[in-house]
C-alpha cells in the first residue's frame, strides 16, 4: 500500500486548504495545522502555477471527475516532491487523494489508465450535448430543469482496514444525493448501502481497488441502511464476515478513528450549499427507509472510487440514462435475422467492451459511400 493524503479544497480561485489527513506529514513533512487555510499555490512549483490554475479552473467549471494530475510540491524542509493527485470536484468543494509519483510503479500505470475511462463513464451528465438529442426521443433521459450550478454529489470516506468498509466521514451533500442526514451514514457498513443484487460486484470493486491502490467505477442500486433496527443486518454473508473480523480489530478501528477524530473534516472544512440547496433540505426527511425516489423508482447510484492510506474515498451522484455506446462497424454483412436476442447480446457487449477502452473517443465511425459510387471504386 503506498502512502497517499487526502486533502479538501474549495471551488475559489485562491483553491484555499480546507482539510488534510495526517499522512501529508509522511508525504511532505507538513502537519495538517500548518497547511489548513492557506492557499494551495503557496506550496506549487513556481514553473508549473500557471498550468495548475488552469487545470483548478477547467476542472470546477466542467465538474471534472476522477481528474488525475501530476505537479511538484514544496517539502517542508525545502525540496521538490514530485506527486500524483486524483480529484473529483463535489458541489462546493474538491476532494484529492496525492501521493509521491514514481515513474513506472505498477499502481501509477494502472492509474493512468483507468482514470479517463472512469471519467468518461461519470461525466455523462445533462449538460452534455447528446442528452439534448436523445431527450426528444425518450423521457428517461429528460431531467428537471435547474439553475446553472454544480452538479449535486457527496463524498463518502470508509475504513479501508476492515472489509465491511465502515463510513467514517460524510459530506452534507448525502442529503440531497441519498436524502440522509450525514449522522446516518457514520459508522455504518458502505454496503448496508447497496441493494443485495448489486452487492456483489460492488465488494469485488472496492476490494480490488484497496488492493491496485487505483480507480474504479461502481453503479448501483441505492439501500437506505436505516433499514436495519441497529445497522447490523445479515449481508447475504458479508454481513456477519465482516462482523467476526471488526471484533477482531476493534483495537486498531477506534485508534484509526481516533486518529481521523482528530482532524475531522467537519471542524475544519465549513463545507456550505447555496440558499436553494438549503431550503431544499428542508423537504427532506432523513429517517425514512424508503429506497425510492418521488416516482416511486429505485434510486440508483454511481460512485468513483479512489484510494489513500487513511481511506477509501467514494464521490456519489444520482445516476444518469446511461448514453447508448456507439456501435463498431460490423465485420460482416449485417442481416434482419441477427436481431434476435442470442445474437444480439453478444454485439451490444462486444460495442460496450471497446466504448470502455482509452481510446473509446477516438473510435472508428462508418460512413457510407458517396452516391454514384461504388464501395472499392
Request: charged letters at 20%.
Amino acid at each position: 500500500m503506498e502512502i497517499t493524503f487526502i486533502s479538501i479544497l474549495d471551488l475559489t480561485p485562491a483553491a484555499c486548504i480546507k482539510y488534510t489527513s495526517g499522512s501529508i506529514e509522511d508525504i511532505l513533512g507538513y502537519d495538517s495545522n500548518e497547511v489548513v487555510n492557506k492557499s494551495l499555490w503557496d506550496f506549487l512549483h513556481p514553473d508549473e502555477l500557471s498550468f495548475a490554475r488552469q487545470i483548478h479552473s477547467q476542472s470546477v467549471s466542467h465538474d471534472m471527475a476522477a481528474g488525475l494530475s501530476y505537479f511538484q510540491i514544496k517539502h517542508q524542509l525545502g525540496y521538490w516532491v514530485g506527486v500524483e493527485c486524483v480529484f473529483n470536484v463535489v458541489y462546493d468543494v474538491l476532494v484529492a487523494s496525492t501521493s509521491i509519483y514514481k515513474r513506472g510503479s505498477r499502481s501509477h500505470q494502472k492509474r493512468a489508465t483507468d482514470a479517463p475511462v472512469v471519467r468518461r463513464l461519470f461525466s455523462q451528465s445533462q449538460f452534455d450535448p447528446r442528452y439534448n438529442m436523445l431527450a426528444y426521443i425518450s423521457s428517461k433521459f429528460s431531467r428537471v430543469p435547474r439553475s446553472p450550478s454544480h452538479e449535486p454529489r457527496a463524498a463518502l470516506f470508509l475504513n479501508r482496514f476492515t472489509r465491511s468498509s465502515n463510513i467514517i466521514y460524510a459530506t452534507r451533500g448525502v442529503a440531497n444525493v441519498l436524502g440522509l442526514r450525514p449522522a446516518d451514514l457514520v459508522s455504518k457498513s458502505f454496503y448496508y448501502c447497496i441493494e443485495e443484487c448489486c452487492l456483489h460486484g460492488a465488494v469485488r470493486c472496492i476490494e480490488s481497488a484497496k488492493s491496485n491502490d487505483t480507480v474504479a467505477y461502481l453503479r448501483f442500486c441505492f439501500r437506505n441502511p436505516l433499514q436495519d433496527d441497529n445497522g447490523t443486518g445479515d449481508r447475504t454473508g458479508y454481513g456477519s464476515e465482516c462482523q467476526d473480523q471488526d471484533e477482531e480489530e476493534d483495537d486498531d478501528e477506534m485508534q484509526y478513528e481516533d486518529c481521523l477524530d482528530s482532524q475531522n473534516p467537519l471542524d475544519k472544512c465549513n463545507i456550505t450549499t447555496n440558499t436553494d440547496l438549503s431550503r431544499s433540505r428542508t423537504n427532506i426527511q432523513p429517517r425514512t427507509t424508503t429506497t425510492t425516489n418521488n416516482n416511486g423508482q429505485r434510486i440508483e447510484v454511481e460512485a468513483v472510487v479512489s484510494c489513500s492510506s487513511d481511506g477509501l474515498v467514494v464521490i456519489l451522484r444520482r445516476a444518469l440514462a446511461p448514453i447508448p455506446p456507439p456501435f463498431e462497424k460490423p465485420g460482416y454483412p449485417v442481416h434482419a435475422k441477427i436481431a434476435s436476442s442470442h445474437l444480439l447480446g453478444p454485439l451490444i457487449l462486444q460495442s460496450q467492451r471497446y466504448s470502455a477502452t482509452p481510446a473509446a473517443s477516438n473510435h472508428c465511425q462508418y460512413h457510407a459511400p458517396p452516391l454514384g459510387l461504388k464501395r472499392g471504386s
